[in-house]
């Protein structure tokens, strides 16, 4: 069980995770709950797939995956910002939607074979740091370097420009916002879009990069819904969000590797200190509790930030969950 | 209001959208003709999407009316397939009157299976015992399983504030985790993926079981689960009409703070409807396994009816003796859907409606009307 | 030639007189040039504003007009149209009929940001700032620079450079959360000057001040306008009015009574006539009682407000049946959280609440209700009831737990709708049938039903948290005379009000709470409360505790 491997497949898979986190933080920052993600990465990643496998060419997946996802969350959007619509239930039965056009579109797209993939590579010289060398930048895929540069990237636009400035008032309190000139709908609209858009990135991820290919709904396998609750452990923060995302991805992958060696061996510069028989080798069966531990992890991670929330009196932006009606009494 | 956020193309029309809000109650024919409505513009759109993937979207809608109403056989099949979808149904309705956003009904339902089986598989009661004894212990034991793995989002919501969607989600892919453990490891029967089948004292009785009295229920399988979900459902309307605690449901569901204000304790509600919600689900998985299935099987169990009941529940605007219908319709689709290619249509046709639903409840809140341009003097 | 003002201490890019051009600011804002010069043309006109809402005729056919370099007051009761008016001008709404000059051009406002284009700022009665982000962050927010990067120390300077040229000194690296409503206001005011307003609306700025910071805020917009800026001033108080405008116009159910009256040369009995149509009591009819045992005794209350903070800090007072205790101070001094712990919402730190001899501190809300406290809330929407939920519902939510409505587990539902009907004729609630949602019923209906609620449970305490705000004055002498009702009834009432008049009329006897303590307590006898009990009510709702006030001027 080599730690630099778990850790190296971690932060790939943990790369699906971090776009889906960082839109919906996008999405909730502007006070809109978008509860389809799950909806919007399935779709993404059918629809990557399928334009891929038309036409050859991985890019035009992750474009036509992007916007499809988008297009998908403009939906939500509408539901919520134009009528006014509680914004769970929407959610929610747009990840019905996104879910059921996948597999009515993705049909037949299982037997369809490999397709042409995004590329992967090392990077020169950063592959040669020691230790974190062959983690972070030993032949991952092109995915994996997109999502170091999105992470300062969404830290810096949210929290140190003018756009930013403007997505936090939206969802803190939007009427003050209004009163200024800023349009809360057209940017609510705008921020539901990145999100979606992302989470179809992510979805892309998956079939062109990570785990390629369509499995109808095993591909997300719950992905998206980790996703939201990882965005409550961030904090509503990117840099929080990659930490989770990738000891996320490290986890998944943990749980695949530990069922495999029979023997367990723990070993310091060539100094063996442990050895023990795999009991998950011996007891196959144990692996379905290794299944669960994902999504009793992802409960932990949700009690973890809730407390957080209610001890430092912070938490989500104020008027997440809430449509704007302009001149509502109240907030 | 008397703009919407409309862009500035709308301003070019010569006609504009006038919204405003209503000042009094829709009248009474008004949801019923909406929801309608919104079912058929969900038909239409899902006829679209059938098209663009190849197939033919009128013979599918009469295919699937055939297939579920067309005799008496399917009929019953029909039933069969909505009497799970009731009880689902049912614990959604209960949560969401009181704004718990129960996800975890599928989860729910595949514990209840799990608590009615593991009573046969363990076992609890020999398989000679008398379907008097079997079925009530079995029952019981399928609410204590889902009102357990009701409560544990209930507990968390209501101590740490943890958001209840995700965790009850999560706990549906642990339900089915825990199944497949005992499935393949424990009773397993003969390497296959199943348990072995219950004896038939462990059968919920079916109609055609009375096919010696009734030679016409010959072949009919709607089992006493249809009962129990009619009985759930006039519980639960009384329980949320006509009693202290549904009241007290209905009104923390609405405002949480004038709840507290009248005293009522919000805490201990929370856990307690989870339970509710948990167990009603649970029931449904304990009559799908002992009424349907007769195994304890991953694939039969895992089938939706928790995600489905939440759009049943949603659609019937979540009162009770409504979801009994809505149960029934749905039904039709998952039977039909089928034999239905491509496989993934009933699914999304339930994503359509609804969509279409939700969007449509803004016609409840606000008027929406034409207006000339030159009109605004 | 007009002296302009440099805005931001930056220099503004000058044009030679004569034929107005656009100028600008050097961070690029478009300034609208006066055309005129004479002082007694109108800088705003509006003429013939109709504005609807569903069900109700706002503004109907209104004209207003303001001058330069005045202060003129927009006065009317709640519900008048004052409100309303001022959105449209700030571009909020727009008018379904009527138009706006600004300097003698028509304008067509569509947003706030054309309003605010014209030099026009609002300064609303619920600020309008995120409380989380910075004074900097809130007076920037919404302008187009900076442009993409926003480096705060550079404007933090040039905001608290504004501040002091203005006499308005703000942290401009504190949070909003972190400041007093003072403060908020201070910096609502700095956002539309740093935008180059130069018309101010003020939406009643007084309601959250104390006395002395009312006098701040007078001291600061007589020197605004010393600088050119005009000023609208919305207020439903006759004395502040009559202290602050130059000129006033009255609205009466969204109708001009009287248009641009010099304040000089009318009087508070006029001013109250226009506003209300009728010769106004400002004395009830209250019938000399004795009061009888003492009912609510609080002891030596501490307890913490939902931020952590103390609110009430050492608090005792009593209540007898048969009277009415009024309790004034300004909003947030620790009043919401008195009447918290009183009806069990909120856990004391230490101190006894005693229910006739019954120590109920730190009991639940439902055993408070269980004993004969009734509640009427600050928040009749938010807390009150219960909006899609029908009035039969709102009306048995404190009864249902006892027979006839509740029989064990069981909700009999003919029970609760006889009781729902009985109090829609007794209490003259206006609804076509008890089923209705509680969403569609006006603020005085409303405030009925929860009054009817609470009163019909035969109480031995009432806690009446501003009953009568928002309500028009019919509504409001109805509660008054419920309230008076109940104490010739035998009711003990705590009446927490931050109308003094409301408070003097009906109570027998005024705490004063400021900080979370009680300042002193005095004998209100209606029939002659004179100036200087007012000063002296004014001096304890600022803090000061009347010994020091009684030891300065030696008076009894």
């Known amino acids: 069980m080599d730690f630099t491997i778990i850790l190296q497949a971690g932060v790939a898979s943990g790369t699906v995770l971090l776009f889906a986190t960082l839109g919906e933080i996008l999405t909730e920052r502007s006070g809109v709950l978008n509860l389809g993600v799950e909806g919007m990465m399935l779709i993404g990643a059918m629809f990557a797939f399928k334009v891929t496998n038309a036409s050859g060419n991985p890019w035009l997946g992750v474009l036509a995956a992007i916007l499809m996802a988008g297009l998908l969350s403009q939906i939500h959007a509408f539901i919520t910002v134009t009528l006014q619509a509680d914004q769970v239930v929407s959610g929610l039965s747009l990840t019905f939607l996104g879910t059921g056009i996948s597999l009515v579109l993705g049909e037949g797209l299982s037997k369809a074979g490999t397709v042409a993939l995004l590329p992967a590579f090392s990077f020169p010289l950063l592959s040669q740091i020691p230790i974190l060398g062959p983690i972070f930048f030993t032949e991952q895929s092109i995915m994996v370097y997109l999502g170091y540069v999105l992470i300062p990237l969404a830290w810096f636009y949210i929290n140190r420009t003018r756009p930013g400035m403007h997505l936090r008032a939206v969802g803190e ?93 723990g070993a310091i510069g060539g100094f063996k200190f442990l050895e023990m028989r795999n009991p998950f080798y011996y007891n196959p069966y144990w692996g379905f509790f290794l299944q669960m531990l994902p999504y009793a992890f992802t409960i932990i991670v949700l009690v973890i930030g809730s407390r957080e929330a209610m001890r430092k009196r912070l938490g989500a932006p104020a008027a997440l969950g809430n449509p704007y009606i302009r001149g509502a009494r109240g907030l | 209001m008397s703009q919407s956020a409309a862009s500035p193309f709308f301003k070019r029309l010569p006609f504009a959208l006038r919204i405003e809000a209503r000042v009094e109650e829709p009248p009474g024919w008004y949801p019923l003709t909406i929801s309608l409505g919104a079912i058929l ?146 009773w397993t029967e003969g390497g296959f993926q199943m348990s072995p089948q219950f004896p038939k004292n462990a059968w919920l009785p079916r109609l055609t079981d009375l096919a010696a009295r009734f030679p016409f229920f010959a072949g009919l399988t709607t089992h006493l ?123 999304m046709i339930q994503g359509i409606i609804l969509v279409c639903l939700i969007a449509s409840d803004f016609l409840m809140r606000y008027r929406v009307y034409l207006v000339r341009k030159n009109q605004e003097a | 030639m007009t002296t302009d003002t440099p805005r931001n201490n930056l220099p503004v890019a000058e044009q030679p007189s004569g034929k107005p051009e656009a100028r600008r600011t050097v961070l690029g804002e478009r300034l609208v040039e006066e055309p005129l010069q004479s002082a007694d043309l109108p800088v705003i006109e509006m003429r013939g504003i109709v504005k609807r809402f569903p069900g109700v005729l706002a503004n109907d056919h209104v004209d207003f007009d303001l001058r330069r370099g005045e202060i003129h007051a927009l006065l009317g009761e709640n519900g008048a149209g004052k409100s309303t008016l001022m959105n449209v001008l700030a571009g909020m709404y727009q008018p379904e009929a009527g138009e706006i000059l600004i300097r003698g051009q028509k304008v067509n406002f569509t947003s706030p940001r054309d ?220 009043q919401r959280e008195l009447a918290q712990v009183i009806t069990g919402l909120r856990k004391v730190k230490s101190g006894r609440i005693c229910l006739n001899g019954t120590d109920i501190h730190n009991c639940d809300a439902h055993i408070s209700i269980r004993e004969g406290v009734s509640h009427i809330p600050e928040d009749r929407t938010h807390v009150g009831t219960a909006p899609n939920l029908s009035v039969t519902d709102n009306v048995i939510m404190k009864s249902y737990r006892k027979p006839p409505i509740g029989r064990g587990v069981i909700l009999d539902m003919s029970a609760a709708t006889r009781f729902a009907n009985e109090l829609k004729e007794a209490y003259d609630i206006i609804v076509p049938t008890v089923e209705t949602p509680a969403r569609l019923l006006s603020g005085g209906n409303l405030q009925r039903v929860i009054l009817a609620r609470e009163i019909s449970g035969r109480p031995v305490l009432m806690v009446a948290m501003q009953p009568t705000r928002g309500l028009d004055v019919g509504a409001i002498e109805g509660v008054h005379r419920l309230l008076l009702a109940q104490r010739e009834a035998g009711a003990a009432i705590l009446l927490v009000s931050e109308e003094l008049e409301e408070l003097l009329s009906l109570s027998d006897r005024l705490y004063v709470i400021y900080e979370g303590q009680m300042m002193g307590e005095l004998q209100t006898d209606a029939a002659n409360v004179s100036q200087d009990q007012f000063e002296i009510i004014g001096l304890m709702m600022t803090g000061t505790p009347l010994e020091h006030i009684r030891k300065q001027t030696g008076a009894s």
């Open chain 1, 173 to 265: 309190y939007p009427a003050a916002a209004d009163a200024l000139g800023i349009n809360v709908f057209r940017l609510r609209y705008f921020y539901v879009f990145v999100g979606g858009a992302l989470a179809g990135l992510a979805g892309a991820t998956i079939s062109l990069a990570i785990s390629p290919g369509w499995f109808s709904e095993l591909t997300t396998a719950g992905m998206g819904w980790i996703a939201v609750g990882l965005v409550i452990f961030a904090q509503w923060d990117p840099l929080r969000a990659a930490f989770g995302s990738y000891a996320f991805g490290a986890l998944r992958r943990l749980i695949l590797d530990i069922q495999g060696p029979t023997v367990f061996v």
């Open chain 2, 41 to 186: 513009l969900a038909l239409i759109l899902g006829g679209i999407v059938i098209a663009l993937a190849g197939g033919d979207p009128i013979r599918s809608y009469l295919h699937i009316a055939n297939a579920s109403f067309g005799n008496v056989g399917v009929f019953s099949d029909t039933l069969v397939k909505a009497t799970p979808l009731i009880m689902t149904g049912l614990a959604c309705s209960v949560a969401f009157r009181m704004k718990l956003w129960n996800i975890g009904a599928e989860g729910q339902f595949i514990m209840g299976a799990f608590g009615a089986s593991a009573v046969v598989l363990a076992p609890l009661l020999p398989a000679e015992t008398s379907p008097w004894v079997f079925i009530p212990v079995m029952l019981l034991a399928g609410m204590v399983a889902g009102a357990l793995w009701g409560f544990i989002p209930g507990f968390l919501k209501a101590t740490l504030r943890v958001n209840e969607i995700i965790s009850s989600l999560m706990l549906n892919y642990i339900a089915v985790a825990w199944i497949n453990f005992w499935i393949f490891a424990v």
């Open chain 3, 115 to 334: 309003a605010i284009r014209a030099g026009i700022g609002m300064v609303h009665q619920h600020f309008m700032l995120v409380p989380s982000q910075t004074v900097t962050e809130n007076i920037l927010l919404g302008l187009d620079t900076p442009r993409f990067v926003v480096k705060l120390s550079q404007y933090d300077r040039v905001v608290a450079d504004l501040g002091e040229q203005y006499g308005l000194k703000v942290d401009p690296r504190a949070k909003i959360w972190q400041l007093s409503v003072g403060e908020q206001q201070r910096v609502e005011i700095l956002k539309m000057l740093y935008r180059g307003a130069e018309i101010l609306i003020m939406d009643e700025p007084t309601a959250v001040l104390a006395p002395t910071e009312i006098e701040g805020l007078i001291k600061t917009l007589r020197a605004m306008v010393a600088r050119g800026k005009s000023i609208i001033f919305i207020s439903h108080k006759l004395q502040e009015v009559m202290a602050v405008a130059d000129r006033v116009t009255v609205l009466r159910k969204g109708r001009v009574t009287a248009a641009g009256l010099e304040t000089s040369q009318t009087t508070r009995q006029d001013l109250a006539r226009l506003m209300v149509g009728r010769e106004v009591l400002f004395r009830l009819d209250k019938k000399p009682r004795q009061p009888g045992e003492v009912v609510l005794s609080i002891e030596d209350v501490h307890a913490e407000n939902d931020k952590g903070l103390p609110a009430l800090r050492g608090v005792s007072l009593h209540v007898r049946s048969g009277e009415i205790v009024g309790l004034a101070g300004v909003a947030g001094n620790g």
């Open chain 2, 225 to 347: 689960g249809l009962l129990f979900g009619i009985l759930l459902a006039v519980l639960v309307w009384f329980v949320l009409y006509r009693s202290r605690w549904g009241y007290e449901i209905r009104l923390i569901g609405d405002n949480p703070q004038a709840a507290r204000y009248a005293g009522l304790n919000i805490t201990a509600n929370t856990i307690l409807v989870m339970m509710f919600s948990g167990a009603l689900a649970g029931i449904g998985g304990m009559s799908e396994v002992t009424g349907m299935v007769h195994r304890l099987q991953t694939a039969p169990l895992a089938a939706g009816y928790g995600f489905t009941g939440i759009i049943v529940a949603w659609l019937a605007k979540l009162n009770p003796l409504a979801v009994m219908p809505v149960s029934i319709l749905f039904g039709a689709l998952i039977l039909a859907g089928r034999e239905i290619q491509p496989s993934g249509i009933p699914k």
